[in-house]
């Protein structure tokens, strides 16, 4: 059963391009999360998404960030006119639920994002 | 303002050693989790806790959630390099289920 898959594992943009990071979760998980990791900030919490619906995108920045999770493939976070502040890690968790207490959540490799 | 105080934020100590990592919160979680994360990977849960005054030990790991449930800790017997990393824990309020709050961290570093 491979893990959650995220790709690409390095991505180098400049500034105004968009960044497409993607993630795969673990077979039979239905639950995906977003979370961004800056340096000595520690992970933040960013977007919480359910097969076609986002349940709770309160850590999303308002502009240019978004993120879906559609039914067939995987969840896409997408960030337009990238700006030098936004490099960072981006980490991509999944869970077969949405309970924490009761379920593991399983975290990808990351998408380590750096603008040039 | 960080809603999950973890401390210290770096520790460097000696093979053999014993070592405690707290993280505290004026806030009350509905659960707890510890996870660890070596550079350039994601983080790997160790454990959750759950009841207030939980205690779960997971090899040379002990780990502890406060009667109110506002703190944690681990504590590490007898620390191994192979220990080292950065070690993270992670709270949710209310039931609110996705939506992990993280603290700082805690480099560890345990050497030879």
């Known amino acids: 059963n491979a893990g959650v898959m995220q790709n690409p594992r390095h991505l180098v943009r400049r500034r105004g391009q968009e960044a497409r990071l993607r993630c795969s979760p673990m077979?039979?998980?239905?639950?995906v999360y977003w979370y961004r990791q800056l340096p000595e900030e520690g992970l933040k919490f960013m977007v919480y998404?359910?097969?076609?619906?986002?349940?709770?995108e309160s850590g999303m920045p308002k502009e240019r960030f978004s993120a879906e999770f559609p039914k067939e493939g995987p969840s896409i976070l997408r960030i337009q006119q990238v700006v030098r502040g936004d490099s960072a890690a981006y980490f991509c968790?999944?869970?077969?639920?949405?309970?924490?207490?009761?379920?593991?959540?399983?975290f990808g490799q990351g998408t380590r994002l750096t603008v040039v | 303002t960080q809603l999950l105080e973890q401390s210290p934020q770096f520790l460097s100590i000696q093979e053999g050693e014993n070592l405690t990592v707290y993280c505290n919160s004026s806030?009350?979680?509905?659960?707890l989790q510890w996870y660890r994360q070596e550079p350039g990977e994601g983080p790997v849960l160790l454990v959750t806790?759950?009841?207030?005054?939980e205690v779960k030990k997971l090899k040379r790991l002990t780990f502890q959630f406060g009667d109110a449930r506002k703190d944690s800790s681990l504590h590490i017997t007898a620390a191994q390099p192979g220990d080292t990393g950065l070690y993270l824990c992670?709270?949710?309020?209310?039931?609110?289920?996705?939506?992990?709050?993280f603290g700082q961290g805690t480099e560890l570093s345990v050497k030879p």
């Open positions: 077979k039979g998980h239905s639950h």
């Open positions: 998404l359910q097969k076609e619906n986002i349940i709770d």
């Open positions: 992670a709270g949710v309020r209310n039931n609110q289920g996705g939506k992990l709050i």
């Open positions: 806030s009350v979680f509905s659960s």
């Open positions: 968790a999944s869970s077969p639920t949405g309970q924490w207490m009761n379920t593991e959540a399983f």
């Open positions: 806790v759950v009841t207030g005054g």
